[in-house]
């Protein structure tokens, strides 16, 4: 089906104003369709044709101010129509159909108690499959909604919901919304329920709802998740100076939900996993919460103020982004909010810069719906972010806070774009912001930024600083500079530090606004033997560090005491295995020394997950394994001098589960023996356990052991993660059918936890069969899954463990074909640029 286009999308703007939508659903009838009945007033601006956005299984009536309109004139998921001038009334009657990839209204089995639930995600495109529309983020309108469910069922979505008995329910007509934030979430929800109080006498009702099997889980959590839900909400109303707006707040855990969350106006859905089923983690905590504040964030910016069009929706992410460890830090007990973004956040938007498909922040061309979709990534959150905190470092706090209140203020329940936020900043602050934007929004890439010392010896003899320069490096490339052909030119404000044995020597806040900056204060100081740019981690770049510093890390990052500054080196190190500037094998060198000593969760969580993912990538098959033995051992050191039952204790506890060559360890874990304390009724460690012996070939029923203790949607996607994992052509074979088969039935859920174990295991004579078959097989799945789950799946199932010029080659020769959709060219594309710095590090370090 075509994707709007912006010019379709301005058009249609400029003739048509949606007044209110009327939907009601019917979910009764089966569990592969339901009813929809929209009723949509407009107005139209003259009787030009137009069409509304339709994608139904099957369209019974269509009428137009009471004349039918014929329904098979539907084409490509469009009906078009010529409204009369004026006030207009169109009533779509159709069949919809349920989903099982994340994208309209998706309905699951939680095989836990065969009990079925309904949620709605209609971002970007989704929302023709749910009703009628006139599906573009500028034409906003209030909407009824009215749900028939099965008796037991309990529904809510954007409106607060009213049971009318017999399964009916309504919910309250809601403020103006985007089409893509409508949301109807039901089933068998289990709830509780709190109210945040604000300081003018403002009540908002607080609701929490998860599956009827994760109802223990829930309401032992549920104290946490409100304690947030209430410090986000008087911080952010007080910080915007506008009262929620939105009714009462649901949060609701849907399974199999395709992203973290969506900020759908009072209804905000969550991936379930948030309600942690074994052991909580720290980490696990802050990711929660974080993302609790960054969706409530958007209910001001994003659902008060929406985007004209797609192209500016990196803004709403960059702000979400922001405010979210803003607030955490501000008003949580997650103080170390900064810390998780430096090292699991800011690495994955520099990866994004690296691939051919980086793009400005914003500026980025639109022309329809897919081409924003693709740019959906880790610069429109994390970059984004980087650069709002650099706009506040350039232009003040203050201003800044001014310029979002005056934003929300002048735009509220409509529509804005860049230029209006830009303006907003600029009156606030009396500063040419457009020259910034131009730095810092309008042109991709990184700058490198390192710190040039000369030495001489003090009257002692001992040696210390000369001169200190920092250094800017900018990227070159049409795609990297301004308009007019200039660099970048973007300022920075950072500091720059010096480490020594866990001491620090020095550290100083430098603006750097040119290629090359002297720091005279430093004459005479000390010299480190750690050199770090960028050690409050405050702008992005990739810091580059010297020689001797990277030769010094493995002893010196342990000690440093900072742990943002930690964070950063860690990202500065996958910068530099990516690059190939950094053996991987140094960062199992450094892994190994860190890790028994580190604090924080982040840190703990995200560097071993990293690290094995570089060994099981970067590294030659030949010495995968004593790597990976070398990081269990750091991981039973972690685990042996934590405090049991503790988050350093169970990051320990993980490393060794999914790094451990020794197969009978990690069976007395899968079997459930000799557990560390806290881990002995933590299925998902020993999910952990299992599909590591499944990696080893060392599988002996452990599967369908844990498959009767775990009979939970987790557990069997990980029973399938684990089967997929098995090194023989037998488990490929299965696990490929089911993969990448059109007529599996398998859900876009299902199919990432079997692409992961796929690619975990075997050697390239059992893999290279595969990557042909990846490069047929899951293009081909376009039409059974949507863009958006089917470009997670093309993502996951990716052959980069068969690591050669070959597969770079076949890759190319199909993303050179033109036959890819969107999604699938980008995640490609993307993967195929990794593949690149994969193969780039073997032929500079060996293998």
């Given at each position: ?7 379709e ?43 509304v ?62 009990r ?26 209030p ?36 089409t ?27 609701v ?10 829930l ?6 998740v ?22 009462e ?15 759908n ?19 696990d ?35 979400a982004?922001?405010?979210?460890h ?19 956040r ?19 061309p ?23 905190r650099?706009?506040?470092?350039w ?7 001014a ?25 606030a ?21 390192a ?71 430093l ?14 981690d ?43 500037t ?49 990081m ?11 405090e ?16 451990s ?30 599909k590591?012996?499944?990696?080893l070939?060392a ?118 074909s ?28 060996g293998?």
């Amino acid at each position: 089906m075509p994707s709007l286009t912006r010019d379709e999308a301005q058009t249609r703007a400029a003739l048509v104003e949606v007044v209110s939508m009327d939907v009601e659903l019917d979910l009764t009838t089966s569990s592969r369709t339901f009813e929809s009945e929209t009723t949509i007033v407009f107005t139209a601006a003259a009787a030009e044709p137009t069409f509304v956005d339709l994608k139904a299984v099957d369209v019974h009536e269509v009428e137009l101010n009471g004349v039918a309109v014929e329904p098979a004139t539907v084409v490509d998921g469009r009906l078009p129509l010529t409204p009369a001038q004026g006030e207009n009334t169109l009533v779509v009657r159709a069949t919809m159909p349920f989903s099982n990839d994340g994208q309209g209204l998706h309905r699951s089995v939680d095989p836990a108690d065969q009990r079925e639930y309904v949620y709605g995600h209609l971002f970007l495109d989704a929302a023709p499959k749910v009703f009628a529309c006139f599906d573009q983020p500028d034409l906003k309108a209030p909407y009824a909604v009215v749900v028939k469910a099965p008796d037991e069922w309990v529904v809510t979505g954007n409106g607060d919901p009213t049971h009318e008995g017999g399964g009916v329910w309504r919910l309250a007509t809601t403020k103006p919304l985007s089409t893509y934030f409508v949301t109807v979430c039901a089933g068998p929800y289990v709830q509780q329920r709190d109210t945040w109080r604000g300081p003018d006498g403002q009540e908002v009702p607080l609701v929490v709802h998860t599956r009827a099997s994760l109802a223990e889980q829930l309401e032992a959590q549920a104290p946490q998740v409100f304690e947030v839900t209430r410090q986000c909400m008087s911080f952010f109303h007080e910080l915007f100076g506008i009262d929620y707006p939105f009714g009462e707040y649901h949060q609701v855990f849907v399974p199999e939900f395709n992203a973290g969350a969506m900020e759908n106006p009072g209804c905000v859905t969550f991936r379930d996993q948030y309600v942690f089923t074994g052991a909580i983690t720290r980490q696990d905590l802050l990711l929660r919460s974080n993302t609790i504040a960054h969706e409530m964030a958007h209910m001001w910016f994003g659902d008060l103020v929406t985007p004209v069009w797609w192209d500016d929706l990196w803004l709403n992410e960059s702000f979400a982004e922001y405010m979210a460890h803003r607030a955490l830090v501000g008003a949580t007990e997650f103080t170390e909010a900064w810390v998780d973004f430096g090292i699991g956040r800011k690495p994955w938007g520099y990866a994004a810069e690296r691939s051919p498909s980086t793009h400005p922040v914003a500026g980025a061309p639109a022309p329809d719906g897919d081409t924003a979709l693709q740019n959906f990534d880790g610069i429109s959150y994390a970059k984004g972010a980087s650069a709002l905190r650099q706009l506040i470092a350039w232009m003040g706090d203050e201003a800044f806070v001014a310029g979002v209140r005056d934003h929300l203020e002048g735009h509220a329940y409509g529509n804005a774009t860049l230029a209006d936020f830009l303006g907003s900043m600029g009156r606030a602050s009396g500063r040419d912001v457009q020259a910034w934007a131009a730095a810092w929004l309008e042109t991709a890439g990184l700058d490198r930024i390192a710190v040039e010392l000369t030495t001489r010896q003090d009257a002692d003899g001992l040696p210390v600083i000369d001169t200190a320069t920092v250094v800017r490096q900018q990227p070159t490339g049409e795609v990297f500079t301004r308009s007019s052909g200039e660099p970048a030119g973007r300022p920075h404000a950072l500091t720059v530090a010096g480490w020594t044995d866990g001491d620090r020597a020095w550290q100083v806040d430098v603006e750097l606004d040119g290629d090359r900056v002297e720091v005279p204060e430093l004459s005479g100081r000390p010299v480190p033997r750690l050199v770090v740019p960028n050690a409050a981690d405050t702008t992005w770049a990739t810091a580059v560090l010297d020689e001797d510093s990277w030769a010094a890390l493995p002893t010196q990052l342990p000690q440093v005491t900072e742990p943002v500054t930690r964070a950063m080196l860690w990202a500065a190190l996958f910068d530099g295995v990516a690059e190939a500037t950094v053996d991987p094998r140094h960062l199992v060198e450094v892994f190994v020394h860190a890790f028994p000593a580190e604090t924080d969760a982040s840190v703990l969580a995200i560097s071993g997950g990293y690290t094995q993912r570089a060994v099981r990538t970067m590294v030659p098959a030949a010495e995968r394994e004593g790597l990976l033995e070398r990081m269990a051992a750091a991981g039973r050191e972690r685990l042996r001098t934590a405090e049991p039952a503790t988050s350093a204790a169970w990051l320990g506890a993980r490393v060794v589960a999914v790094c451990s060559t020794d197969a009978e360890e990690v069976r007395r874990w899968a079997r459930g023996q000799a557990l560390p304390e806290g881990l002995e009724a933590d299925h998902e460690f020993r999910w952990f356990a299992v599909k590591r012996l499944a990696q080893l070939g060392a599988l002996d029923g452990e599967v369908e052991l844990m498959e009767g203790h775990d009979g939970s949607l987790t557990g069997r996607l990980s029973a399938l993660t684990a089967r997929a994992a098995e090194p023989t052509p037998e488990a490929k074979q299965w696990a490929w059918e089911q993969l990448a088969g059109r007529d599996s039935g398998r859900s876009n859920y299902e199919r990432n936890h079997l692409a992961q174990g796929f690619w975990s295991s075997g050697d390239d004579a059992l893999l290279e069969p595969y990557v042909e078959r990846y490069l047929t097989d899951v293009p081909a799945l376009s039409g059974v899954l949507g863009e958006d789950a089917l470009a997670r799946v093309a993502q996951l199932a990716f052959p980069l463990p068969v690591a050669t010029q070959r597969t770079a080659d076949a890759v190319d020769r199909v993303v050179a074909s033109g036959l890819l959709s969107a999604a699938v060219r980008r995640s490609m594309v993307d993967q195929r640029s990794v593949l690149g710095e994969v193969l780039a590090s073997r032929e500079r370090f060996g293998g």
